[in-house]
């Protein structure tokens, strides 16, 4: 299995964002070093279980939260993503999206 720990970081990122968290909150509640959280997110550092699990504690979310479709071999690698980006398109960006993924399948499957 290989996982997408640039997939894992943005997340992380924006859960902490979204709960108004910063770097040095987060560092302070889970004992680690601030520039280590940040390296964590910017796909410069892998955290151990261990430490995962404190961010997750930490962030009061479960690691699904942090881990669900990081996977590439997963069939819900960056689902949720791109989802999120998908409704934000006009009717005419999602007919292009559809245009271009089309394009894509044909030609993985010649």
């Known amino acids: 299995m290989i996982i997408d720990y640039t997939l894992l970081g943005k997340r992380l990122a924006e859960i902490r964002k979204s709960k108004k968290i910063t770097q040095e909150k987060l560092a302070e509640m889970t004992n680690l070093a601030n520039n280590y959280i940040s390296n964590i997110e910017n796909h410069r550092s892998i955290p151990s279980l261990e430490t995962l699990m ?9 690691p699904n939260d942090i881990l669900l479709g990081t996977s590439t071999h997963s069939k819900q690698y960056m689902g949720d993503e791109l989802q999120n980006k998908i409704n934000q398109c006009t009717p005419k960006e999602k007919r292009l999206i559809d245009g271009l993924v089309s394009l894509l399948l044909a030609e993985r499957d010649k």
């Open 54 to 62: 404190k961010l997750c504690e930490a962030l009061e979310v479960t």
